[in-house]
Each structure stands twice: as C-alpha cells, then as structure tokens.
T-cell receptor, first 111, second 112 residues
C-alpha cells in the first residue's frame, strides 16, 4: 500500500504571498490531519478533515485554511505569508481512532 | 497550553543499554497514547501505542508504560542501537475524537 504523499517537498515564498500544499492519504484512510513543525515547538495541530468536513481545528489564525476532496486528498492554504510561517508542514492520514501515518512533509521557507 | 510535555530535549545512551524516554500529559480525557520516531527530512513514523485500559505494551525492543494516576508515560528501548538515534515524539488523544496532541520531542543519540 502506498504511503502518504505530499507535494511539493520544498517551497520558497516571499512575505505576503499565498501557498497551497497538497496531501494524498493512504488508500482507505478518510481522516487527514495537518501539522506545523518548528524547532522547539514540536508538532502543532492545524486541522483535521474527515469526509470533506473539518472536524477539529487548532489554534492558528484564519490565514491557515484547508479542504478535503471526495477522494480524501487534502490541500492546505496559507495566505499573506509571514516569516514565522517558515516550517515543516506535515500531513497525516488515519482510520478513525487509530494511529496516524505521516507523509514526508513540505518544507516551506518564507523570505 | 502544552497538554503533552516531554521535558528532556535530548538523551544520550551507550549502545546496548536501555533508553528511557518520558512524557507527561495534563488532560485526563486522553485515553490513547502513541510514540513516534522521526529522522531528519522525514515524517514521523509510528512506533507503538497504548490505550488507557492497559499499563504496558511491548513490541520487540520497545515497551511503553502508562501510569494514569501520574499522567505519565515512558518508552523503553532495550537494547539501544545506533539506528535508534532520532527524535522521539509522544502523542495523546481522546479516542472519541481524532485530534492528536504531540510533545516537543526528545532527541535520542545512541553512542556506538
């Protein structure tokens, strides 16, 4: 079974721009979660989608948004990028109530 | 507010000895706990989990212990191997939901 894939793997953007990251979950997994990882902060939960609906949301500003498609693929969008948004963005998929499987992440650098 | 805490940012252990990684949580609603291992430039990899109905779960060299009264869990790796060198994250959730809370990670170095 193929794992979680994320595209692109690396991205460089300028302050004020917007960015869209993509995640394809493991086949059969309907829950997709997004995390931001920065040094010293661990994995900060952004949001979780299940069957195209956002079920849980972390404590991030409204500039961070996401969506999930009918095939369970998910996208995350960050608008009006700030320098502090530079991070590794991780996507994870799971069967509900079970462990999450992570993709390799997208390394976003904002200059 | 960090609901899951790993107070040791780093740990060094000799090859063949035991590695003990610790994790504390504050939310008494958490009933499912997991450990992940992360290498640089890769996403975290699931290692082992435990539900609150158990106090111990083993998988090969890895054992997780849960002390619900102390809101504490630990991961034991015996014997430690150089390939175990990585960052280890603990995570917790309430099974009713699907939101996982992660600690800040402990960087384990196993010295050959």
């Amino acid at each position: 079974k193929a794992g979680v894939t994320q595209t692109p793997r690396y991205l460089i953007k300028t302050r004020g721009q917007q960015v869209t990251l993509s995640c394809s979950p493991i086949s059969g997994h309907r829950s997709v979660s997004w995390y931001q990882q920065t040094p010293g902060q661990g994995l900060q939960f952004l949001f979780e989608y299940f069957s195209e609906t956002q079920r849980n949301k972390g404590n991030f500003p409204g500039r961070f948004s996401g969506r999930q498609f009918s095939n369970s693929r998910s996208e995350m969008n960050v608008s009006t990028l700030e320098l502090g948004d530079s991070a590794l963005y991780l996507c994870a998929s799971s069967l509900v109530g079970h462990e999450q499987y992570f993709g390799p992440g997208t390394r976003l650098t904002v200059t | 507010d960090q609901q899951v805490k790993q107070n040791s940012p780093s740990l060094s252990v000799q090859e063949g000895r035991i590695s003990i990684l610790n994790c504390d949580y504050t939310n008494s609603m958490f009933d499912y706990f997991l450990w992940y291992k992360k290498y640089p430039a890769e996403g975290p990899t699931f290692l082992i989990s435990i539900s609150s109905i158990k106090d111990k779960n083993e998988d090969g060299r890895f054992t997780v212990f849960l002390n619900k009264s102390a809101k504490h869990l630990s991961l034991h790796i015996v014997p430690s191997q150089p390939g175990d060198s990585a960052v280890y994250f603990c995570a917790a959730s309430a099974i009713a939901g699907n939101q996982f809370y992660f600690g800040t990670g402990t960087s384990l170095t196993v010295i050959p």
